[in-house]
């Protein structure tokens, strides 16, 4: 089955606890990326990755790192949590067509994160 | 001004009626375009995507991209209380050395049975 799979689920942490939320995908997609969703603000793009060892700053990238070794996982790393990172994180991935465009994103189920 | 914007709504049609939601954008670099459905609790999934000036159907979808005035639009023809979830409206532009995906803050949609 196609899939993205996010792990974990959900985590509670605290304060400077470096974390890492893993991301996969099955569908040997070029294009990955980390969202975050906070009500009223939607889904913010934090990183993304055009390929393997290419990955570029979305809009919110501060206190957050990736990387991309392998074309089906793309990490998000969280040196030192802070309590404004607490959030519902997403990860996509999609095919790019062209060199420069996507169909459609295909989203993971998820990570819900507390920092305290 | 954001980049995307959507109407938060919440917007309430009834059952059968046609359901309008709208987006605007502000990038004119921006080249694609998507409707995103939502239910609480889950992920994005793919409702539409265009490229080109115009509609594009599919089933009881049509979205409409209007590139002079920055404005894409969904309408959800024969509403069903299933359409009931909030809506995301996303555009991609040129960033770095690849695109960058910029979703408005999404419209909440209900269809009274």
């Known amino acids: 089955e196609a899939q993205v799979t996010q792990n974990p689920r959900y985590l509670i942490t605290v304060t400077g606890k470096k974390l890492t939320v893993t991301c996969s995908q099955n569908m040997n997609h070029e294009y990955m990326s980390w969202y975050r969703q906070d009500p009223g603000l939607g889904l913010r793009q934090i990183y993304y990755?055009?390929?393997?060892?290419?990955?570029d700053k979305g809009d919110v990238p501060e206190g957050y790192k990736v990387s991309r070794k392998e074309k089906r996982n793309f990490p998000l790393i969280l040196e030192s949590p802070s309590p404004n990172q607490t959030s519902l994180y997403f990860c996509a991935s999609s095919e790019v067509e062209g060199g420069y465009y996507y169909n459609e994103q295909f989203f993971g189920p998820g990570t819900r994160l507390t920092v305290l | 001004q954001k980049e995307v914007e959507q109407n938060s709504g919440p917007l309430s049609v009834p059952e059968g009626a046609i359901a309008s939601l709208n987006c605007t954008y502000s990038?004119?670099?921006?080249?694609?375009f998507f409707w995103y459905r939502q239910y609480s609790g889950k992920s994005p999934e793919l409702i539409m995507f265009i490229y080109s000036n115009g509609d594009k159907e599919d089933g009881r979808f049509t979205a409409q991209l209007n590139k002079a005035s920055q404005y894409v639009s969904l309408l959800i023809r024969d509403s069903q209380p299933s359409d009931s979830a909030t809506y995301l409206c996303a555009v991609t532009r040129a960033g770095g050395g690849g695109f960058k995906t910029i979703f408005g803050a999404g419209t909440r949609l209900f269809v009274k049975a």
């Open positions: 990755s055009m390929n393997v060892e290419v990955t």
């Open positions: 990038d004119r670099g921006s080249q694609s």
